[in-house]
């Protein structure tokens, strides 16, 4: 399974929930479940780090793999190319600007 794109990803993330039983359709899923799933692998992440479990079980490298399945079950359920989607968002970032003296966040 070596360097495989987000689509095909999506597409095991897909069949293995049908597998599983989690749903591969909109009317079959909780949209406000599956959102606060991932923020809970978000925060689980988050909490791996603080503790400087980065690798292993339940380490923060795991956790963020958590989150990005979570997200490509939610895009194949919704048939998202999320690939798209990420380059245009780039895209767009490309010529955005942040006020950085109007936000808490660090910038060099």
Not at 36 to 41: D, G, P
Not at 80 to 103: G, L, P, V
Request: aromatic letters at 8%.
């Amino acid at each position: 399974m070596e360097n495989l794109n987000l689509k095909q990803l999506t597409a095991l993330i897909l069949e293995q929930a049908k597998q599983k039983g989690f749903g591969t359709k909109p009317e079959e899923i909780n949209v406000g479940e599956k959102i606060a799933l991932i923020h809970s692998e978000v925060s689980e992440a988050y909490e791996a780090y603080r503790h400087k479990n980065i690798d292993g079980k339940d380490g923060f490298k795991e956790e963020l793999g958590d989150v990005i399945q979570r997200v490509l079950h939610l895009c194949g359920i919704f048939d998202i190319d999320i690939e798209a989607e990420i380059t245009k968002k780039y895209q767009s970032n490309q010529n955005r600007n942040w006020d950085f003296s109007k936000m808490n966040e660090t910038h060099k």
